[in-house]
């Protein structure tokens, strides 16, 4: 009996100490980079989740953390057999910065969700698409809507001429990299891919 209360006690102690039972508190980040709500997800969603939370803190907090029933549905592609994944098109931290103080302000402004959660929409395809998929394409299909896709060039004058690089842009932006996370793909972009027209509909609903 002795030695049965060790084993416990000796196991015990062991899972005290391991990862599974240490909680690491949040710390709050500068301008942007704030704590947002949270959603409960599974799987390779929650993998995702983290990443953009790591590695595009601005573009999160501001934009896809806003957009629950959108994660949802991406989590839901992700379990689906018939599906099995779902992309996300990611600005980087200088690209959300080069949006300017005022639409940032505008994103961060609850008042502004609704747009700000249409805004996200485009940004998730509820299935994966690689990058090679992509240049092949001519467009995509969003969550939010249908968005160009093109492929990337190099010299020119306002847009004309130029040669292409090999790169691929969607809706303009053009992607930087693209980051795999089990059958998930998060490219990371050097703009939002948004509809621009969609910013008209920003603080429609201030009371000045």
């Known amino acids: 009996m002795n030695a049965l209360v060790s084993a416990i006690a000796s196991v015990l102690l062991f899972l005290s100490g391991s990862n599974a039972f240490q909680v ?63 992309t996300i098109f990611a600005p980087n931290d200088e690209a959300m910065e080069k949006l300017g103080k005022k639409k940032l302000d505008q994103l961060l402004d609850d008042r502004n969700r609704e747009t700000a959660e249409k805004i996200a929409s485009f940004h998730a395809v509820a299935e994966p698409v690689g990058a090679w998929d992509l240049i092949t394409s001519g467009g995509i299909v969003t969550v939010g809507g249908v968005v160009d896709v093109g492929k990337s060039k190099v010299g020119g004058f306002f847009g004309f001429g130029g040669e292409e690089d090999g790169g691929v842009t969607v809706s303009g932006a053009k992607i930087l990299q693209t980051k795999q996370v089990g059958t998930c793909q998060v490219h990371e972009m050097d703009n939002l891919i948004s509809p621009n027209i969609l910013w008209r509909y920003m603080d429609q609903l201030r009371i000045l």
């Open 24 to 86: 690491s508190l949040p710390t709050s980040a500068l301008n942007y980079r704030s704590q947002t709500t949270s959603t409960i997800l599974f799987d390779t969603t929650s993998e995702v989740d983290d990443l953009l939370k790591n590695d595009y803190p601005v573009f999160y907090n501001l934009v896809m953390s806003k957009n629950t029933d959108l994660w949802k549905d991406l989590s839901n592609a992700s379990t689906n057999p018939d599906v099995g994944g779902f």
